[in-house]
Structure formats: structure tokens, C-alpha cells
């Protein structure tokens, strides 16, 4: 569990699918535009409750890193969610870093302060030496959060993901560890 000045950031799990059920029914609309089309069973509990297992299976693994943020002040309703995907051990050591924050905390810094406290635990506990982020061009807020966390733009990929029914572009951005004595792992 990573804790900031005013959220709970916890790994996923199973019994926090009633919370991340209420979060995208809440933020359907306002997510349509930033996601994948999701799949059917998307706004169930048992979608969720699968989707926690997963999450547990592979943070163990360490393939995916899932987290979701909590205000300290009202600690059942999720407020942002956070991954870190794609974690590359061996000489790139890296993961891409996703993230969502509630239509009705926009705004507020909840987005920064939750990414932020998963980028100190990437570098940190994870030990990654770089996390890179990809948002949409016409994505204004998702931009001033990762210039805000210092990640600094490496280029533009032109139909780089089917979000929304469609490619879509995006602008490239990566962040990496300070800590230049990280050592990676060795991949056997």
C-alpha cells in the first residue's frame, strides 16, 4: 500500500471489485474516449472480481503492476486507478504506465499525486530504470500531468492504438530512474 498526502494507493484485488465496478459504471462516458472498447461483461462484479485475481497473478509474476487510489477521507469510493504494464526486466527494465482519474476529481491533482506515488514505487521498490507514458495529442490533461512528473516527450506514433473504435495517435513520453547505480536484473 503507497500512501500520499490525501490518498490510499493500494495494489489491486479481488474484494476491490465492488469499488472498481462503481468507478467505470460512474466514468463510462467520461473514459469512452480514452479506452479500449470494453468487453461486454466490463461493467459486472464478476468481471471485477476475475480481473483482481488476475492482478494478483501478475504482480506475483511481474508482469503487471495494478493500482487504485483511494481519498484517506472516503476510503470506499475509488478515485483513479494506475498500472504499470508491459514490465521488461533484463538490460530495458521498464514498464508503460497507464492511468484514469475520476470525472469528478479532475482537477484536483488526484491524478498527479496518484501517478507519481506509482512512478516513486516503480523506481523505488519495483527497481525499474525507466517507466514510459503515451497519451492522445488532443489529451491536454494527461500532458501537463506527465510534463508536471518530469516525463519528457520522445516522439509521436502515428496509429498507435485501437482505443475508442479507432488508431488512434499519440505523443511518446518516458521517465527514467534517477538512481543512475541501478544495477538491471539478470534475465537467466
Request: glycine letters at 6%; charged letters at 20%.
Amino acid at each position: 500500500m503507497l500512501c500520499t498526502a490525501r490518498l490510499i494507493v493500494a495494489a489491486v484485488s479481488p474484494g476491490h471489485a465492488p469499488a472498481q465496478l462503481a468507478y467505470y459504471e460512474r466514468n463510462a462516458a467520461h473514459l469512452a474516449s480514452w479506452e479500449p472498447i470494453w468487453p461486454s461483461d466490463f461493467l459486472t462484479l464478476a468481471y471485477w472480481e476475475s480481473a483482481g485475481l488476475r492482478a494478483v497473478e501478475d504482480a506475483r509474476h511481474d508482469r503487471v503492476h495494478r493500482f487504485i487510489a483511494f481519498k484517506r477521507d472516503a476510503p470506499q469510493q475509488m478515485v483513479a486507478s494506475v498500472n504499470l504494464s508491459n514490465v521488461v526486466r533484463g538490460v530495458f527494465s521498464a514498464a508503460h504506465l497507464g492511468y484514469s482519474v475520476d470525472a469528478a476529481e479532475q482537477g484536483q491533482g488526484i491524478g498527479s499525486e496518484a501517478v507519481g506515488a506509482v512512478v516513486e514505487h516503480a523506481f523505488k521498490t519495483l527497481r525499474l530504470h525507466r517507466v514510459m507514458a503515451n497519451y492522445q495529442p488532443t489529451n491536454e490533461r494527461s500532458a501537463r500531468l506527465l510534463r508536471r512528473l518530469g516525463f519528457a516527450p520522445e516522439g509521436f506514433a502515428r496509429d498507435y492504438l485501437y482505443i475508442a473504435g479507432a488508431w488512434r495517435d499519440h505523443v511518446l513520453t518516458a521517465k527514467n530512474n534517477p538512481d543512475l547505480h541501478l544495477i538491471p536484473e539478470r534475465v537467466p
